[in-house]
């Protein structure tokens, strides 16, 4: 679906002589502003980062994506111990006789970033006997966690959740604790079977490993890594030698480790961090090799691949795992730091922005373990599932399976940590754009600036960045330019100039003083995308569009706010589209509407696409979903009808994939 294509060379901006008198782009060159590390960077032998990660709270989210966090936290995500026996007083990490195992690190690698995003109190008094148990169960040779669990992969997980923390807490008491576990891996034997989670997923450690490394820099960490890699399953070959195409899925796919939707969305990013040690370039093409062969053979609308549990092909019925979804989301937040390759960010946008909202309420007190691209009914019931349960595209507490229920709450607190990064000529970059402030030492002396990004993206292509600093500082600042946006413009000082090429990085170099501001404008152009037998999607910004269906929700079993719900749809879903592929804007027409205080919630989307088509009676529910997509063109003799396309995330039904009319 996305580009893939090799990074171009990020390049410093040429500015045009109109642009001269405030861009000095040439005398403050890369070599110029390298300086003292100012945040923790790859040290040699790994690769030199362009991109370098922010601390947790570096970057905090404003606007509607501020709104967005605390609807989390007043949802499932600030309240889940309070009745889910996973979570509750019980559990093993906490020293209770509960569950020991993933669930509790799930749950807090999403926790202990919107905690501190919020500086939420009530949530910081969660997160604390979580993590001073953690650090209290550590045995001499390292090993620590619930004493029933012996499995290495929930351990991976909390690994994450103490570098994050860490960071926003500078607690004294980390680095030793992850020495000493990286010690334990360092003298025992590999433990990685092919067979077991643990084994499929053992490059997870290497996001903490490498964390490590980049603050003390002792080389057994490498060593460490590089047994890991060579002793566990080689996502590498899989890669490059994909054994799950298109033709397989007539014969039944092999349910095992290597079809699982959520192994591979966590092996997306394997081989690109295991480059940043071995150079070697096969492993870097092993990852847009893999996103290759995911969107060819199994790629779905929003920019994930069909898993409904299992690598399910490109049918818009088929499901898709949340945990899926903020796990390669997690995936491109580490490659775009390893890689600093611009159209990964796309992808995570288009995750972050359709995906994920598209799979939970609006008001986050329930989710899906699948969903549907073209989704007309949400109830208990057998669908084509490769794997899943009857339940699994209900919106509820815990449906078909609680790892969502522990999993999903990474998803918002870490695309706002990665909006914004530092770079290896301390200089800073806006690496995907949201409403935001990010705080950060930058130029050669480490002075402290503060951006703060106004926007409405991705409803809104505009983006105005005002600067704070106490004295002048010369440093690059790195603006992705998206690969759907020709034609970009950037305003500053009242000078406007294009910002090409889509795809890339541009980099506008220049003494930067306090109040000084410039505006981006994105053009959101619609897009018409061919998908499954031939339909349409549609597109604009990061944004895809799905039809507005009625939602009747039926309270299945347990309590509100956290019960189970089918939804049933109140309105036709069955359309033909009328649709110019090449101009769409010659069909359809947009409306823009203010941002309410719940983003996504489906009667009040900020952005309306007004469109037109015609019932398809033939077209009809087949396995309670809707049927095969009708290979379009179609005709209809029905009468034309007006209909609405919303934001995918603003629905909990819809149709995505439209067959269009033949007229």
Not at 206 to 224: F, K, M
Not at 356 to 362: A, E, F, R
Not at 442 to 455: A, N
Not at 608 to 635: F, I, N
Request: with cysteine; net charge neutral; hydrophobic share 40%.
């Amino acid at each position: 679906m996305l580009s893939t294509k090799p990074l171009r060379a990020i390049r410093c901006a040429v500015i045009a002589a109109h642009l001269a008198a405030f861009c000095m782009a040439a005398a403050f060159s890369r070599s110029a502003l390298l300086g003292a590390d100012l945040y923790p960077r790859n040290r040699p032998p790994l690769i030199e980062s362009t991109l370098v990660e922010l601390p947790l709270g570096a970057v905090k989210p404003r606007g509607w994506l501020l709104d967005q966090l605390r609807i989390q936290a007043a949802g499932l995500t600030g309240h889940l111990e309070e009745f889910w026996k996973d979570l509750g007083p019980s559990t093993a990490w906490k020293g209770g006789d509960g569950e020991g195992w993933e669930r509790g690190p799930y749950y807090l690698d999403g926790l202990v970033p919107l905690a501190y995003l919020l500086d939420d109190a009530r949530l910081l008094g969660l997160v604390k006997p979580w993590i001073d148990w953690m650090l209290a169960s550590q045995q001499p040779n390292g090993w620590f966690g619930p004493a029933k669990n012996k499995d290495r992969w929930p351990l991976s997980v909390a690994l994450k959740v103490l570098t994050q923390y860490h960071e926003a807490s500078g607690d004294p008491r980390v680095i030793p604790f992850l020495e000493g576990y990286c010690r334990y891996l360092r003298e025992n034997p590999p433990d990685w079977p092919d067979k077991e989670w643990r084994g499929v997923r053992a490059m997870e450690n290497a996001v903490s490993i490498y964390w490590l490394h980049r603050r003390t820099g002792d080389p057994s960490l490498l060593e460490t890594t590089r047994s890991i890699f060579e002793n566990s399953f080689s996502w590498t070959r899989y890669s490059l030698d994909f054994p799950y195409p298109a033709d397989v899925l007539a014969k039944g796919i092999a349910s095992n480790h290597l079809s699982h939707n959520v192994n591979i969305a966590m092996a997306v990013k394997y081989s690109g961090l295991y480059y940043q040690q071995s150079k070697d370039a096969t492993h870097r093409n092993a990852v847009f090799k893999l996103l290759e062969n995911l969107d060819a053979h199994h790629g779905q609308v929003t920019g994930i691949f069909g898993g409904d549990e299992h690598l399910s092909g490109p049918r818009p019925t088929q499901g898709t795992e949340l945990c899926g979804v903020v796990e390669c989301m997690f995936s491109l937040e580490c490659l775009l730091a390893a890689l600093a390759h611009a159209p990964l960010a796309d992808r995570l946008e288009s995750l972050a922005y359709n995906a994920l909202p598209g799979t939970c309420t609006p008001d986050l007190w329930a989710h899906q373990y699948d969903q549907q691209a073209n989704q007309v009914l949400c109830t208990v019931a057998k669908r084509r599932w490769s794997t899943n349960g009857d339940d699994s595209n209900i919106y509820g507490l815990e449906p078909n399976y609680g790892c969502c229920t522990a999993n999903l709450h990474q998803g918002w607190p870490k695309l706002v940590t990665h909006l914004w990064m530092a770079t290896a000529g301390n200089g800073l970059a806006a690496v995907a754009y949201g409403p935001s402030v990010v705080e950060a030492r930058v130029g050669p002396r480490g002075d402290l600036v503060r951006v703060t990004e106004t926007t409405e993206y991705p409803f809104d292509g505009t983006v105005e960045l005002s600067f704070q600093l106490e004295r002048p500082v010369a440093f690059e600042l790195y603006l992705r330019v998206p690969s759907w946006a020709r034609g970009a413009r950037l305003t500053i000082q009242g000078t406007e100039k294009g910002i090409g090429p889509p795809g890339d990085f541009f980099v506008l170099g220049k003494e930067w003083k306090n109040g000084d501001r410039l505006q981006i404008q994105f053009p959101m152009n619609l897009r018409a995308e061919t998908r499954y037998n031939g339909a349409a999607s549609v597109r604009r910004g990061p944004l895809v569009f799905s039809l507005r269906i009625g939602e009747r929700f039926e309270k299945i079993r347990g309590e509100a706010p956290h019960a189970d719900w089918a939804v049933h749809p109140t309105t036709p879903w069955n359309y033909g589209l009328l649709l110019d592929r090449e101009h769409p804007e010659r069909s359809l027409t947009v409306e823009r509407k203010p941002i309410g205080h719940v983003p996504f919630e489906n009667s009040a989307a900020p952005v309306v696409l007004r469109a037109r088509g015609r019932l398809l009676p033939s077209w009809s529910l087949e396995d309670h979903s809707a049927g095969e997509t009708p290979k379009s063109p179609v005709e209809s003799s029905e009468p034309l009808a007006d209909l609405e396309l919303v934001p995918y995330g603003s629905t909990r039904l819809r149709i995505t994939e439209f067959p269009t009319l033949k007229e």
